[in-house]
């Protein structure tokens, strides 16, 4: 199977289209060939994709405006997905939920789409009509972005995120940039104290540029893997006046009430307690080193702190069946936690999953969680607020954060919707700039490996200064 195209910068994007429809040993063994041309003249995109053997044809034209063309590569590269995938469906008889999106944001394009066409209603329209989106789904972007009042475009308004790489294991699915804490016990204290250099140099940063901190979080890794002891240290140095300040607690093993009542001196927030699965079989299974009674255990010790509470599932584990999906958010549900993140499975590139194979779902039972899921949680009186897609997930479909109401975690809407600016410290960490009146984004990444991180600290410092300069 092959792509030809007269652009070659498309054929990666092509590629993704074509992944939606066929798998990796459908691929091989199949000989369709695939031809793609685009041209620009005046103001029109025209589109043409065909298929060899069979003879298939479809051709578009988009009109675009004055200003569109000034950023012509990227509405060439969206008509050509859309007729692409058009001709796909086509062939295969076939539909996606997201149509011809394949980007990890969508709920960033129906935001453009409203601003150009007016209203949102019209935005969902055209969502369905021009990139294919299912009805299901362009309502619930519509849904999801009404759920998003509370985004502030203030220059002058910076969230803070602060990256600890480190867990106590390695999830099967996982594919973020961590270590072992254990193993790498050695690089844990210089991590620390590189950390710490890094947030007073962003203090100073932040005091010199009038900015404002919005929003605290601190990811990882699991950063409750770190000590009582290191947690004081690093929550010492961020000692900011904000409303919202996020601690990731998922893993319920590493969760001690020692931790809890730091987390709490500190005035955090919010913490997550991700059970990801109520089935031991399954936690055993994807790497995990706790159990169901533990993941409850952590939730009682963590009440009397009066944390929000994030709790997270994934559809599509170790080849779970429907009932056992349902049976672990019947569960969590009796927790009644403030939010509930439902994932879907993705096989994403330098995880154990890829490189190794594991179990997995039946797609069609995934799409029956995920449906559940949605149905379930609003009829309990949660609604979506945000949601992202990833490459390689189960059923094309997409993980959604849910929420009581009240009780959103902005910076996920602003790191989702890349409405605010993030200045973020830690290996692997990615700081932007965010110019409201361009509307666009300027970053800058920390390195990725820890030991780099350690020696290269000055550099790190470095990079962030000339971004705010």
Not at 101 to 120: A, M, N, Q, V
Not at 202 to 212: A, F, M, Y
Not at 263 to 278: A, D, G, M
């Amino acid at each position: 199977m092959k792509i030809i195209c007269n652009n070659e910068k498309l054929i990666e994007e092509l590629q993704l289209i074509l992944n939606l429809f066929f798998n990796k040993e459908e691929q091989e063994n199949l000989s369709y060939e695939f031809k793609i041309n685009t041209s620009v003249e005046n103001l029109c995109v025209s589109t043409q994709a065909f298929v060899v053997p069979n003879n298939l044809e479809i051709t578009n034209k988009h009109e675009i405006s004055k200003q569109e063309k000034e950023n012509i590569s990227k509405y060439v590269k969206r008509y050509a997905k859309i007729t692409f995938y058009e001709l796909l469906e086509k062939l295969t008889n076939k539909t996606m939920p997201y149509g011809s999106l394949t980007g990890i944001r969508p709920t960033k394009l129906f935001y453009e789409l409203k601003d150009k066409l007016g209203s949102g209603l019209l935005a969902k329209q055209e969502l369905i009509k021009t990139f294919k989106v299912s009805k299901e789904k362009a309502e619930l972007i519509y849904l999801i972005t009404q759920n998003q009042k509370c985004i502030i475009k203030n220059d002058k308004l910076v969230d803070l995120y602060i990256n600890l790489p480190f867990c106590t294991s390695r999830c099967y699915y996982c594919s973020f940039i961590s270590a072992n804490i254990n193993a790498c016990a050695h690089l844990v204290e210089p991590y620390v104290d590189a950390l710490i250099k890094e947030i007073t140099a962003v203090k100073n940063l932040i005091n010199k540029k009038n900015l404002i901190v919005k929003t605290i979080y601190i990811g990882g890794g699991t950063p409750t893997a770190f000590s009582a002891e290191q947690l004081d240290r690093i929550l010492n140095e961020l000692n900011f006046n904000v409303n919202e300040f996020t601690v990731e607690a998922g893993r319920p093993d590493t969760i001690t009430k020692e931790k809890l009542e730091v987390l709490h001196k500190h005035n955090v927030t919010r913490i997550s307690i991700n059970p990801q699965s109520f089935n031991d079989k399954t936690l055993k299974a994807i790497g995990r080193n706790h159990t169901t009674k533990d993941i409850i255990e952590a939730y009682k010790m963590a009440l009397p702190f009066n944390f929000k509470i994030n709790m997270d599932l994934i559809a599509g584990l170790n080849g779970e069946t429907f009932n056992n999906f349902k049976k672990s958010l019947l569960k969590t549900l009796e927790f009644e936690p403030n939010n509930i993140t439902i994932h879907t499975l993705s096989i994403k590139r330098g995880s154990n999953l890829k490189e190794n194979g594991g179990n997995i779902s039946n797609e069609s039972e995934v799409v029956k969680m995920v449906d559940f899921a949605y149905k379930k949680l609003l009829d309990n009186g949660y609604s979506p607020y945000y949601m992202y897609k990833q490459k390689n997930m189960l059923g094309n479909l997409e993980n959604i954060g849910y929420t009581k109401p009240n009780c959103e975690c902005v910076f996920n809407i602003d790191s989702m919707e890349e409405v605010a600016s993030v200045i973020a410290c830690g290996a692997n960490g990615i700081s932007k700039r965010y110019y409201s009146n361009e509307n666009r984004i300027e970053r800058c990444a920390n390195v990725k490996d820890i030991k780099e991180y350690i020696t290269r600290i000055d550099e790190m410092i470095e990079r962030k200064a000339e971004l705010f300069e």
